[in-house]
């Protein structure tokens, strides 16, 4: 059973289209975040929900709206993709307060022709 | 702000030989620091972690990292490398305490090759 699962595992679409990625845990967890990992794999951070609230937002174009109808599910819709959006986003989750780390979706791969 | 520093993009090693992969971190007070692993095509694995306690931390896969506060590093080692430890190893840092509004702020990984 799967801890954090994101869907779909790829997705190719044009420029200018919106697309959304999901995200759900059942760890249990109130946090929630998502990361974009480039070409030269380097990870950072996008945005945080904890409990449905928005709580870290970081430099990210408007385009990028995510939404978080309960504390397990995050997802992220982006409207007019360009080409520099072609990424891996990665959907992860932590119980908020806690010293431990985060878990890790498998990820999703976002190709923009 | 915190950050972190991997020094060495690509790391390649022979298969039964020891495994240095360095972390250094920028921080004002200790933070909590981890290891991931991420092998191809997939999402990343929590090696191990430092929060509070003993320095020598332990992790899966063999691995094991040793906070060094005065060098302000955090290196993973592991004693002979095996062909199935080839991946992309990320250092990350968290503020310590309990925020919910900290984030884990990852290095630019390091990935290790493993050469028969």
């Known amino acids: 059973d799967t801890a954090v699962s994101q869907t779909p595992k790829y997705l190719v679409t044009q420029m200018g289209n919106d697309k959304s990625i999901k995200c759900e845990q059942n760890l249990g967890h109130d946090t929630m975040y998502w990361y974009k990992q480039d070409s030269k794999k380097f990870l950072k951070i996008m945005f945080s929900?904890?409990?449905?609230?928005?709580?870290i937002n970081e430099t990210v174009p408007n385009r990028f709206s995510p939404k978080s109808p309960d504390k397990a599910h995050l997802n992220l819709h982006i409207n007019s993709l360009e080409l520099g959006d072609s990424a891996v986003y990665f959907c992860a989750s932590s119980q908020g307060g806690s010293i431990g780390g985060y878990t890790f979706g498998s990820g999703t791969r976002l190709t923009v022709v | 702000a915190q950050s972190v520093t991997q020094l060495g993009s690509h790391v390649s090693v022979s298969e039964g030989a020891l495994v240095l992969l360095r972390c250094n971190y920028s921080s004002s007070v200790p933070p909590y620091l981890f290891w991931y692993v991420q092998y191809p095509n997939q999402g990343l694995q929590l090696l191990l972690k430092?929060?509070?306690?003993?320095?020598l931390v332990k992790g899966i896969n063999g691995f094991e990292a040793e906070f060094k506060k005065s060098e302000t590093s955090f290196h993973l080692t592991k004693p002979s490398a095996h062909m199935s430890d080839a991946a992309e190893y990320f250092c990350a840092v968290r503020p310590s305490g309990t925020g919910t509004a900290s984030k884990l702020t990852f290095g630019t990984g390091t990935r290790l090759q493993v050469t028969l």
């Open positions: 430092y929060t509070t306690g003993a320095t």
């Open positions: 929900y904890n409990n449905k609230e928005l709580i």
